[in-house]
C-alpha cells in the first residue's frame, strides 16, 4: 500500500485525500468496525424513505419507466441531465451544455499581489509559442495554474503544458465535433458523476455537489473499460469548467472561490479495495488537469465514522493549504449545520433538510442525478457500451424527430455506481 500513498500524496488535488482515506479504512485495526458499520447502513437504506412518482406505462421506446432498477426510470424523469445548466436564469429550459472556450476568454480576475502579477507576466511570456485552438493562455487560466504551483512560474509552466499534452492525448480540444457523446455525454447521464452544480454560495462562490457514497465506482471498474470511464468523467470536468466560465463571464465574479460538497453517505467496504483507490486516483490526477484551482472548500459531509478516523490519521500528510480547505463531519444534523454555515438552505437539497427540491423531488435529480443507493441498472451500462461501439447510433435514447434525446421524455444524465456483479466485457470498444 506504500506505494498508493506515494503516488497519491505527491497529486495537490483536492480530492487526493479521499483516495488515501478510502486505503486507509481497508487496514486490519478498522477491518471489524467497518463491517459493522456496513451492515447498520444495510438496514438504514432499506429502512429509507422511497421516493414517489406518478405511475406511468411501460413506454416502448425507453422500456419499463415505473421500475428503478431500469435505467428507463432515470432517463424518463431527466436525472441528472441538468447538471451544468443550473446557474443559467432559466436552468431547465436552456437544455444546450455549456462548451468549453477553445480561445482565449476575458475572464475577471481575483485582486493580485505585486509577486502575483509579475509571475503571471513572466508566465505569459514563457507561453506565447501556444497558439492552437484549446492552448488557452488567458490570464484567468494561467493564473489558476501559477496558484495550483504555489507561485512557481518554472512549476506552473510545466503543468500547463502536461495538462495540454493530456487534453492533445485524448482530443478533448474536438470534444464537441468528433466525440461521440451521444455515449459520454448523453447516454450515462445519470450515474456519471451522480451530483452538479446546485448555486452559488453566501459569498458569491460557485457550489458544486457530489454523492461520492453512492457512486458505485467499484461497479463500473469492474464492468467498463478504463478507456471509457475516463472519457465520461472528462467531459463531466470539461462541461463543469465550462459552466464556471460561463458563469465568471455574465457575473463578472473570479474563478477559485468554489465549494465542493461530497456527500459520504453509503460507502461501503467495496470502496476501499487498493485497485479501486489506485483507480479513482488516477482520475483524481486526470480532473486536476483539467480543472486546477477552482476550489476555496471541500465538504465531506455524512462521513461514515470510520473515514473520519482516517481523515484524522492521514490529513497531516496532506499540504497545508489542502488541509485547510477540507472540512469532515458525521451525521445528518452535523452535517446540516456545516452547509448552512457557507450556503442558504434554498440550495440545500431537501433530502438533507434544506429547501431545495425540484419538481416535488427532495432528491434533486434532475440536477444530482439518479437517486438512491442502488447500483447501477444493467441494462444502463449494457446500453453505453452499445452506443459506444455503434458510434453513437442509440435509438433508445433518440427522438422521433431526430433532436435532443431529452427534448421529449428520455432523459439522462451521470453518476458513478455500485458492487462487483459480472466480469469486465472483454469487446474491445472504439471509445472515440
Given at each position: 500500500m506504500a506505494p498508493i500513498f506515494r503516488e497519491l500524496?505527491?497529486?495537490?488535488?483536492?480530492?487526493?485525500?479521499?483516495?488515501?482515506?478510502?486505503s486507509l479504512l481497508s487496514l486490519h485495526h478498522v477491518w471489524q468496525g467497518l463491517l459493522a458499520w456496513k451492515k447498520s447502513a444495510s438496514h438504514r437504506r432499506d429502512a429509507g424513505n422511497v421516493f414517489q412518482i406518478?405511475?406511468?406505462?411501460?413506454?416502448?421506446?425507453?422500456?419499463?419507466?415505473?421500475?428503478?432498477s431500469h435505467a428507463a426510470y432515470a432517463w424518463s424523469r431527466q436525472q441528472g441531465r441538468f447538471k451544468h445548466t443550473s446557474l443559467r436564469?432559466?436552468?431547465?429550459?436552456?437544455?444546450?451544455?455549456?462548451?468549453?472556450?477553445?480561445?482565449?476568454?476575458?475572464?475577471?480576475?481575483?485582486?493580485?499581489?505585486?509577486?502575483?502579477?509579475?509571475?503571471?507576466?513572466?508566465?505569459?511570456?514563457?507561453?506565447?509559442?501556444?497558439?492552437?485552438?484549446?492552448?488557452?493562455?488567458?490570464?484567468?487560466?494561467?493564473?489558476?495554474?501559477?496558484?495550483a504551483r504555489k507561485g512557481n512560474v518554472e512549476a506552473a509552466e510545466a503543468y500547463l503544458r502536461q495538462a495540454l499534452h493530456y487534453r492533445?492525448?485524448?482530443?478533448?480540444?474536438?470534444?464537441?465535433?468528433?466525440?461521440?457523446?451521444?455515449?459520454?455525454?448523453?447516454?450515462?447521464?445519470?450515474?456519471?458523476?451522480?451530483?452538479?452544480?446546485?448555486?452559488?454560495?453566501?459569498?458569491?462562490g460557485i457550489v458544486g455537489f457530489e454523492k461520492f457514497g453512492t457512486c458505485c465506482f467499484p461497479q463500473l471498474l469492474q464492468q467498463l473499460p478504463f478507456a471509457v470511464l475516463q472519457k465520461l468523467d472528462a467531459v463531466h470536468m470539461v462541461r463543469t469548467l465550462a459552466a464556471f466560465e460561463e458563469d465568471s463571464m455574465r457575473r463578472r465574479v473570479p474563478l477559485g472561490n468554489a465549494i465542493l460538497i461530497l456527500d459520504l453517505h453509503g460507502l461501503g467496504f467495496e470502496d476501499c479495495n487498493p485497485q479501486v483507490a489506485r483507480a479513482y486516483g488516477k482520475l483524481v490526477k486526470y480532473r486536476d488537469m483539467l480543472m486546477p484551482n477552482t476550489l476555496k472548500h471541500v465538504l465531506l459531509i455524512r462521513a461514515p465514522r470510520v473515514f473520519s478516523i482516517a481523515w484524522g490519521m492521514v490529513k497531516n500528510l496532506l499540504d497545508p493549504v489542502t488541509r485547510d480547505k477540507v472540512e469532515v463531519v458525521s451525521g445528518n444534523?452535523?452535517?446540516?449545520?456545516?452547509?448552512?454555515?457557507?450556503?442558504?438552505?434554498?440550495?440545500?437539497?431537501?433530502?438533507?433538510?434544506?429547501?431545495?427540491?425540484?419538481?416535488?423531488?427532495?432528491?434533486?435529480?434532475?440536477i444530482l442525478g439518479a437517486s438512491g443507493a442502488n447500483q447501477v441498472p444493467q441494462d444502463a451500462i449494457d446500453r453505453l457500451l452499445e452506443v459506444v461501439r455503434n458510434g453513437g447510433e442509440d435509438p433508445l435514447i433518440q427522438t422521433r424527430d431526430g433532436g435532443d434525446p431529452f427534448a421529449e421524455e428520455a432523459g439522462c444524465f451521470s453518476a458513478c455506481c455500485g458492487l462487483y456483479r459480472r466480469d469486465r466485457k472483454s469487446t474491445r470498444l472504439n471509445s472515440s
Open positions: 500524496i505527491t497529486s495537490n488535488s483536492l480530492l487526493t485525500f479521499i483516495v488515501i482515506a478510502l406518478p405511475t406511468s406505462h411501460e413506454n416502448p421506446i425507453l422500456g419499463d419507466t415505473t421500475d428503478p436564469q432559466e436552468p431547465f429550459a436552456d437544455a444546450k451544455r455549456p462548451a468549453y472556450s477553445l480561445v482565449n476568454l476575458d475572464l475577471p480576475l481575483p485582486p493580485l499581489c505585486p509577486k502575483e502579477c509579475a509571475g503571471l507576466e513572466e508566465f505569459s511570456i514563457r507561453v506565447q509559442d501556444l497558439k492552437e485552438p484549446g492552448e488557452r493562455t488567458d490570464s484567468a487560466t494561467l493564473l489558476r495554474f501559477l496558484r492533445a492525448e485524448l482530443d478533448i480540444h474536438r470534444m464537441e465535433t468528433h466525440w461521440n457523446l451521444k455515449a459520454y455525454d448523453d447516454c450515462f447521464a445519470p450515474w456519471w458523476a451522480r451530483g452538479g452544480i446546485i448555486g452559488h454560495s453566501l459569498e458569491g444534523a452535523k452535517s446540516l449545520a456545516l452547509l448552512q454555515k457557507y450556503i442558504s438552505n434554498d440550495i440545500i437539497p431537501a433530502y438533507l433538510g434544506g429547501k431545495m427540491c425540484i419538481d416535488g423531488d427532495p432528491e434533486c435529480s434532475k
